[in-house]
């Protein structure tokens, strides 16, 4: 019998979210409303205590954070180029000019010396990205910050689970915003979740998040007043049927949470045991990783070797994925590439995302090794070592 295929990422719906769904949809109120507001204190005690809205997704959230920290025209924003394109989408969206970086090539998040060579006076903020769960360098990236007086914000999409000296990394940065992404470690569907220790913030991005507008339907709804808007915001607020998903998840997501280390364990077991050049992410210093991506890196084979071994993973019905193609290269974003990218291009070329969700069985872990072991002694003999 063919061995059963393997997905890149599975997600179970628990009981709890489709009770809570039902509830919503009997409720009469299915937009932003009570549920969001229950999310958002659930998700403040999560965070340990950081301030917290619930918004439409990390994208918007991301420009949301930015806009709250008084980013926008004139202003140079630094962020990885080894990041999904949304992060870089949402410092243009401010009228910022991104300033792309490479990334560190044992972490595979932002480079703080390459953060410190591109500060100009016109920088305003370093935007780090939390590279597949693992918290960036925050304690080289705080020092720089200090330095040269600059906001971190972290795109913290995959790292909801992650630690950064025993607590959430909200408090490592200015804002931290996640992803509730279908994909995401915790999910709403879609959304995003805007974090930070400073209540200030937080307000800016909720109230940007309606259009500007300073109260809310559901607070009109129960007498709250006629509403200004002293500054024209966007359309980014999470609805509460969303919000019930992602409340009803949440009551798996320790567990959850608790599968995916135990799965990066027997992944990190089962590649040691094969003694090949073949690498997980290294840790940042007192960080633990959200553990969201399951990314390797194949250390001596090119970018068509590596295509060859997905593809013979993808013909015993192993799933794989890319993360990611470099930002620079992509048409709209070509006029910030640099030729000070030489990590990002290398690992980018040497990536494979392994499948990683809280269902994958320990089983299924020892078959994706070994598949991958096999491929990668195929298709990527020895004798092509690119230097990193
Ligand atoms: C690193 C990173 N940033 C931002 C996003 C955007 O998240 P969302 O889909 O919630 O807007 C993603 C989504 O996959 C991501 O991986």
């Keep these: 019998m063919p061995d059963r295929p393997i997905p890149l990422y599975d997600l179970v719906i628990s009981p709890a979210a489709k009770r809570r769904v039902r509830d919503v949809l009997q409720s009469g109120w299915i937009s932003s409303g009570?549920?969001?507001?229950?999310?958002?204190?659930?998700?403040?005690?999560?965070?340990?205590?950081?301030?917290?809205?619930?918004?439409?997704?990390?994208?918007?959230?991301?420009?949301?954070?930015?806009?709250?920290?008084?980013?926008?025209?004139?202003d140079e924003v630094i962020a990885p180029a080894l990041t999904f394109v949304?992060?870089?989408?949402?410092?243009?969206?401010?009228?910022?000019?991104?300033v792309l970086v490479d990334v560190n090539p044992d972490t595979w998040t932002i480079c703080p010396e390459e953060v410190g060579r591109a500060v100009t006076d016109s920088t305003r903020a370093i935007l780090s990205v939390d590279y597949a769960g693992m918290p960036a360098d925050y304690s080289e990236l705080r020092r720089l910050a200090r330095q040269h007086r600059l906001r971190i914000i972290a795109d913290a999409s995959h790292a909801i689970g992650a630690l950064w000296n025993d607590k959430s990394l909200v408090h490592a940065v200015d804002v931290a915003v996640f992803s509730l992404h279908a994909t995401k470690n915790l999910t709403a569907g879609e959304g995003g979740v805007v974090a930070s220790r400073q209540p200030r913030l937080i307000n800016a991005v909720r109230i940007l998040a309606r259009h500007g507008m300073t109260t809310t339907?559901?607070?009109?709804?129960?007498?709250?007043?006629?509403?200004?808007?002293?500054?024209?915001?966007?359309?980014?607020?999470?609805?509460?049927?969303l919000a019930a998903l992602a409340l009803g998840q949440l009551e798996r997501f320790s567990t959850d949470q608790n599968n995916r280390r135990r799965l990066v364990e027997r992944y990190r077991m089962g590649l040691a045991a094969q003694a090949r050049p073949i690498i997980m992410q290294a840790a940042t210093p007192h960080a633990l990783s959200g553990d969201h991506l399951m990314v390797v890196r194949l250390v001596d084979a090119r970018r068509a070797q590596r295509d060859r071994v997905r593809e013979r993973l993808r013909g015993e019905g192993i799933e794989t994925g890319l993360h990611y193609r470099p930002v620079h290269t992509f048409g709209a974003y070509r006029p910030l590439a640099h030729d000070r990218l030489r990590h990002t291009a290398l690992l980018a070329d040497?990536?494979?995302?392994?499948?990683?969700?809280?269902?994958?069985?320990?089983?299924?872990?020892?078959?994706?090794?070994?598949?991958?072991g096999r491929a990668y002694e195929r298709y990527c003999p020895a004798g092509h070592h690119r230097s990193s």
């Design 34 to 74: 009570p549920v969001v507001d229950e999310l958002e204190t659930t998700l403040s005690m999560s965070l340990d205590l950081a301030h917290v809205a619930a918004v439409s997704s990390a994208t918007a959230g991301l420009e949301l954070a930015l806009r709250a920290c008084g980013i926008g025209r004139g």
């Design 86 to 98: 949304a992060t870089v989408e949402a410092i243009r969206r401010t009228g910022a000019t991104p």
């Design 217 to 241: 339907a559901h607070q009109r709804r129960r007498g709250a007043g006629a509403y200004d808007i002293p500054e024209a915001g966007l359309k980014a607020n999470l609805s509460d049927l």
């Design 350 to 372: 040497q990536f494979i995302t392994l499948p990683l969700y809280s269902g994958l069985s320990g089983r299924a872990v020892d078959r994706v090794v070994a598949s991958l």
